[in-house]
């Protein structure tokens, strides 16, 4: 307790430094695979990618980024074995947030697609077990986690298979695909609108206006949720007319024109992936902040603490810069490596991942995006057969997964006893 007095401002201080490097690693790791479809279709170019998940993973981020940073927060450790040790949750969080952020730089120069979630959650249960005790690491919730990081992938690929499929049933084998796009897409552009607006409603009113006493019912979430969805529909027709059936690239490959509007729907789902990724892993860099702020704050491990919004407000920055100065690294990867995507594809596999990243974030749950989205293209290349799949690197890919887990938690563990030794 007087060592968190003491010092407590230096600690905070600390901490902040190492969230936004933890952000900063999620910024140029984790998003740029998320925008990665985009970029591997060519639906976007790369700085319009970085544009776009500027302003939405900063959006979802701030909105709707509080459910899954109190699980990240107090859901993995169990408060009432720190009680007597306050401190040990500071040095702890902190230890977690420098591993994390430290294996996230490495990957990203190296150009590896790893998870984020897997960083964090496997510093925090490094240090834990290793440097307080097995029994305060709540193995239920981790049990949970790991789970969602098996089902996410699954979800989200039968969720992008069957939005290929559907697209390949009333758009592709049609007989004038060209004008049956564009009386389809805008209903596909409904329902991008419509995910967005209603996780915000059922989540981020609860956390930007709480203070404000705003408090919305299901059903009223979902009457403005339909009226963004209308706005956004509205707002992709009005695109699409400006798109004209190009008939010379139609006699090499008779989708062309066809693509051309998919490209325009793609912008409406990457602004949905961005924030859907943003509302999800900026938990990873601000929940173990909020928790040392908490304590410090307090005194005392709380096993409900209010999230500053302050807090969010930093890990969206962190994330944003992150994927501004080193994004581009790793942003072809899944796009382009995976399998051969087409906006068409790419849609798919966006918006089947974007929806399911959404859920998880509603319910509170930190799943993988990095899974998630390699889940969704997979689907998307299922659709078109096992052969369209290059399963070598999708070999490489789980093969980075299973040593980031092991990776952060040794740097958390080595963190950890260092941070300890020098405050103790």
Known sequence: MALLAEHGQLLIILACVFGVFMAWGVGANDVANAMGTSVGSRALTVKQAILIAMVFEFAGAYLAGG??????????????????????????MMSALLAAGTWLMLASIMGWPVSTTHSIVGAIVGFAAVGISVDSVNWGKVGNIVASWVVSPLLAGALSYMLFRSVQKLILTQDDPFMRAKKIIPFYMFAVGFLIAMVTMLKGVKYVFRDMGISLSFGQCALIAIVVGLLVMALGTLLLRRVKRDETAEKNNRFASVERVFAVLMIFTACAMAFAHGSNDVANAVGPLAAVVSVINSGAVEAKAVMPR???????????????TYGFKVMGTVGKKITELTPSR??????????????????????????TLVGAVLGVGLARGIAALNLRVVGTIFMSWLVTLPAGAGLAILFFYIIRAIFS
């Open 67 to 92: 459910a899954v940073t109190d699980t990240i927060r107090k859901g993995i450790i169990d408060p009432s074995v720190l009680a007597n040790s306050p401190e040990l949750l500071v040095f702890g």
């Open 310 to 324: 302050w807090i969010l407000l930093l890990g969206g920055i962190g994330i944003i810069l992150g994927l501004a």
């Open 346 to 371: 790419g849609f798919a596999a966006e918006l089947g991942a974007a929806a399911t990243v959404v859920l998880a974030s509603g319910t509170g749950l930190p799943i993988s995006t990095t899974h």
